[in-house]
C-alpha cells in the first residue's frame, strides 16, 4: 500500500517551505539509482516554487531558474546531480532522448520532473508522485510515494 499525504499549502511561502523539508528528506535518501519525483498540476500551482525550496536545502545557492524554455536545467552539490525537468512544451515522449535524460537517470543523481504525463512511457516510474491542486488562493499538495525509498522520504518529510 502506497504512502499518501495530504497538505494544504497557504501561499508561495508555504510551498517553499514544504520543498524545502522535501529536500531535507532527499538529503537522507539512498541513492544507489536515480531518484525521482514527479510534479503535477495546473499551470502556475506552484510546481517550480516546491522544486525551488527542495533545491536551497539541498545546497543550491545559484540563481534556480524554470526550466520552461530550456525543459533541462541541471545542478551539482556535493558529488550529485540534481536535475529540474519542465516538459511542459514537449511535442512528444521520443524528445527525451534527444535531451539526453537516459544519462540523467544514473545512481547519485534526482530528478524533478514537471509535466511528467507529457513524457509517458519514457520516463521511468517515480519514487515520489506530488499533485498541486488550486483551492482557491492556496494549494493543496497530494504526495504519494511509489516506491520503497518514496516511502522513507515522505515519511521523513512528515516527520
Known amino acids: 500500500m502506497p ?24 538529503a537522507l535518501a539512498d541513492d544507489s539509482s536515480a531518484f525521482v519525483v514527479n510534479l503535477s498540476g495546473e499551470l502556475g500551482s506552484g510546481k517550480t516554487t516546491l522544486v525551488r525550496g527542495a533545491l536551497r536545502s539541498l545546497g543550491i545557492a545559484d540563481t534556480i531558474r524554470s526550466p520552461t524554455y530550456a525543459l533541462i536545467e541541471t545542478y551539482s552539490v556535493d558529488g550529485r546531480t540534481l536535475a529540474h525537468l519542465d516538459l511542459y512544451r514537449l511535442s512528444s515522449p521520443g524528445e527525451l532522448e534527444t535531451l539526453g535524460v537516459r544519462d540523467l537517470l544514473l545512481p547519485g ?29 492556496a494549494r493543496t499538495l497530494h504526495v504519494e510515494a511509489r516506491s520503497e525509498r518514496g516511502r522513507a522520504v515522505v515519511q521523513e518529510w512528515f516527520r
Do not use: K, M, N, Y
Not at 5 to 18: E, I, N, P
Not at 113 to 135: I, M, N
Open 109 to 137: 543523481h534526482l530528478l524533478f520532473v514537471e509535466w511528467p504525463e507529457r513524457g509517458a512511457g519514457a520516463l521511468p516510474e517515480p519514487d515520489v508522485a506530488l499533485r498541486l491542486h488550486f483551492q482557491g488562493e
Open 3 to 26: 504512502e499518501s499525504r495530504t497538505l494544504r499549502l497557504a501561499d508561495a511561502a508555504a510551498t517553499q517551505a514544504s520543498g524545502a523539508r522535501l529536500g531535507q528528506a532527499l
